[in-house]
C-alpha cells in the first residue's frame, strides 16, 4: 500500500526512505508492502521513548516517532517500528522476543544500509 507522514514532518523525507529500504532489503517485503502505514513525527520526550506503533486494523499501524531523533537513530527507530509491524502480521506476542528481534533488526538494516550507500558512489 503505502506510507504517509503528519505531525511535525520533522526530516520525513527518512521515513520513505527507510520505508524504501525496508521493501527493497527486507524478508517480509511481498507482505509488508500492502500495509498502510503512517509515521507521526511528535515530541516524545516525556514518554522517554524514540518510537513506537500500534495497529489501527488490520492493514494499517500508526508510527508515533520522536521529533528530535539524529540520523542514525531516526533510521534505526523507524527499522525497529517496521520491524514491529511485521511481528504484529505474523502474531509474534512475546515481548521479549518481539524487542529482541527488533533491536538486532535495526542495527543490522541500518549498517547495511550504510555500506550500501558509500559502495554506490
Do not use: P
Not at 488490520?58 to 542514525?72: F, P, R, T, V
Not at 512475546?94 to 558509500?118: F, H, K, L, P, W
Amino acid at each position: 500500500m503505502t506510507i504517509c507522514t503528519s505531525g511535525d514532518k520533522y526530516c520525513s523525507y527518512i521515513a520513505f526512505d527507510a520505508y524504501n529500504y525496508f521493501i527493497e532489503h527486507g524478508t517480509h517485503k511481498h507482505i509488508f508492502k500492502e500495509k498502510e502505514i503512517e509515521v507521526h513525527y511528535c515530541d516524545l520526550t516525556e514518554d522517554n521513548v524514540f518510537g513506537w506503533c500500534e495497529q489501527v486494523d488490520e492493514d494499517s499501524w500508526l508510527i508515533h516517532i520522536h521529533n528530535a531523533l539524529g540520523y542514525m537513530e531516526h533510521f534505526k527507530t523507524l527499522f525497529h517500528e517496521f520491524q514491529h509491524i511485521i511481528q504484529d502480521i505474523y502474531g509474534i506476542k512475546c515481548e521479549v522476543v518481539r524487542e529482541t528481534e527488533a533491536y538486532q533488526i535495526e542495527g543490522t538494516m541500518y549498517n547495511e544500509m550504510c555500506d550500501s550507500r558509500q559502495t554506490v558512489h
